[in-house]
């Protein structure tokens, strides 16, 4: 083997190693449902924010492939309906769970 095919077997396995580490578990996002994970959180806060009964700065919003947490505390039981119901309904939303509590 030439030094050039032994860098170019390293350089190869060194990737395909990256590209595994990267990889998705059960309990682990991969890379790229990490990114859209933090879409999908962005939205729904920005839809929060555009609602006008509820307040983005009581409510946090998490998001693990796809499934939505929302706690905080809230003024109201609507507020927390209402909050539920914007999250469901942001594109990329697979289930909501709510842990809000009414203050």
């Known amino acids: 083997m030439t030094t050039r095919n ?4 390293f350089f190869l396995s060194l990737f395909s190693l990256t590209l595994l580490g ?8 991969g890379t790229g449902e990490y990114i859209d994970d933090t879409v999908i959180t962005t939205r729904v806060k920005a839809a929060i924010l555009n609602t006008a009964s509820l307040k983005v700065s009581e ?3 998490e998001t693990f492939k796809g499934v939505v947490q929302l706690s905080g505390f809230v003024n ?4 927390i309906n209402t909050a539920v119901r914007v ?3 942001v594109a990329g939303v697979t289930a909501v769970k709510n842990a809000m509590r009414v203050k």
């Open 87 to 89: 999250a469901g309904d």
């Open 6 to 9: 032994i860098y170019a077997l």
């Open 76 to 79: 109201s039981a609507e507020d």
């Open 22 to 29: 990267c990889g998705a578990t059960s309990t682990r996002e």
């Open 59 to 61: 409510i946090n919003v």
